[in-house]
């Protein structure tokens, strides 16, 4: 029999126990284990909703890797020559799960009463549109297409609050190259994703528009996109798919050069790594609030149980079987502690992903309410973190049953 733990349970599971201070301080200690850890799962919880959310805005526009001729960083004029065939020798690649055309030209809407300059993005039927599906707000996606076209136009919702448009509206659309050229567009559909670098500018339309636009061929585009099943290991996919690029170069003999989303935006995502910061910081402050009450309660116990202490030692207990009693003792405060912070925190953030109550500036945060998402297993290292660390704190206050002599204790009141 493990005589520490049948003595902790009994202690644990004494319901007679009339002591004025111990069942308090065991109160105390076990809230302040489950404040911790429930504020640890909402931290967590937020921190990665925000960075997912974020990075699939913004690698919604951009994807996760993009290919363009080597010459691009130095004039949008340089294009590619892209037939299906080597659409099919990148989605070989591992790791890439979907390849997709586009291109982009400058242009002004125009109304009868104002105007706006834009970024008209032209993409194909192949075009993976379940980014623009998620956060359409008005009007249907149109069949997007690489040859006839109605010149449909997807516009954001900043963009048709400024010009005052709705679905069904048509307005001219001027593009200045050699020459003034002028498209009317039908209004199809009005996305919101918060993002005001992309709201403010990107229209949606058919490649075939733009292409026309530009002067370009039917095979040529502005670049390819590139869309991973795996973000954490972008680089691996990128360095695969330069591989493929360097010894296979385009129809024209053009060269391409690839690049991931994170060497897009930096700015963006070195933003988000930052947040890693916080977390750490609040991590550490919980697990020490944690650890405070575990060890002011222990104390306490302690020394309302000096008497029972005396009286094991009179019997012959060793030091190291009085200490494994409270440490097991302490151990079954944190459990009841780890199980209502995980109760309080996952229902917290299971409210939040139901109801969206906490809302935010989306102006400010690129986010309408507070995105939460639960990852099992960091919820799983938080609880063994906290349990590991409240037990290994309480290694030294429990020591203090050392010092306590059997003839003095038996005597203590």
Known sequence: MNLPLFLSKRIFSDKGDRRKV?????????????????????TVSIVLGFKH??????????????????????????TICIDSTYLSLLEEVDKVKHVQRYTTTQGILKTDNDF?????????????????????????????CDSATQYPLVVSKTMADKLKLHTGDRLFAYFINDDVRTRKFTVCAIYQTNMKRFDDAI?????????????????????????SDDFDHLADT?????????????????????????????????????????????????????????????????LERTQMIGILKALGARNGTVISTFLWFGAFIISRGLLLGNIIGIGIVVLQQQTGLVTLDPQTYYVSEAPM???????????VCTLLSSVLVLILPSMLVMFIRPAQSMRYE
């Open 22 to 42: 111990s069942r308090p301080a065991i109160r105390i200690a076990t809230i302040g284990v489950a404040i911790g850890l429930a504020v640890m799962i909402v």
């Open 53 to 78: 959310t974020i990075r699939d805005k913004v690698a919604g526009f951009g994807s996760h890797i993009t290919v363009q001729n080597v010459r691009a960083v130095y004039s949008p004029d340089y």
């Open 116 to 144: 706006l300059g834009i970024i008209l993005k032209g993409i194909g039927p192949e075009y993976d549109t379940s980014f623009l599906q998620e956060y359409l707000i008005e009007g249907e996606l149109p069949q997007f």
């Open 203 to 227: 229209c949606i339309t058919d490649i075939y528009v733009t292409q026309k636009l530009n002067g370009f061929d039917s095979e040529e585009c502005s670049g390819l996109e590139l869309l």
């Open 238 to 302: 990128k360095h695969d798919v330069s591989a493929i690029l360097r010894a296979h170069p385009d129809m024209a003999g053009n060269y391409m050069a690839s690049q991931t989303i994170k060497e897009s935006y930096p700015q963006v995502f070195s933003w988000l790594e930052l947040l890693d910061i916080n977390v750490l910081i609040i991590l550490i402050l919980m697990i020490a609030v944690a650890g405070f009450t575990m060890i002011s309660g222990l104390l306490i116990i302690i």
């Open 373 to 383: 998402e639960l990852n099992v297993p960091i919820i799983l290292l938080l609880n």
